[in-house]
């Protein structure tokens, strides 16, 4: 089984910028689409951001142009990049493959914007 840490969350200011990253426990993850999600307070857990074993990247319209995905296949990890953080950005943040692992969801890492 799959195990799923993210870290790197806080409280920022609007426009302002953090780095989440994510360790997956094993070596196969090189082979998996692996992707951020989030869930915002009073909302369902939507995709923000994916990437594959190749480096291909998709973005939800909400966020594209101010969030970056990237992937260490090598050490297992997978980070984003978040910049002009908006306060509708606020959410825990989670890291899974796409599609998702349902037993492989971590405790996230809260990201709050606000001022």
């Known amino acids: 089984q799959v195990q799923l840490v993210e870290s790197g969350g806080g409280l920022v200011q609007p426009g302002g910028s953090l780095r989440l990253s994510c360790a997956a426990s094993?070596?196969?993850?090189?082979?998996?689409?692996m992707g951020w999600y989030r869930r915002a307070p009073g909302k369902q857990r939507e995709l923000v951001a994916s990437?594959?074993?190749?480096?291909?990247?998709n973005y939800a319209d909400s966020v594209k142009g101010r969030f970056t995905i990237s992937r260490d296949n090598g050490k297992n990890t997978v980070s984003l990049q978040m910049s002009s953080l908006k306060p509708e950005d606020t959410a825990v943040y989670y890291c899974?493959?796409?599609?998702?692992?349902?037993?492989?969801w971590g405790q996230g890492t809260q990201v709050t914007v606000s001022s």
């Open positions: 990437i594959t074993g190749g480096g291909a990247t």
């Open positions: 094993r070596d196969l993850f090189s082979i998996y689409t």
């Open positions: 899974n493959r796409v599609p998702s692992m349902p037993r492989a």
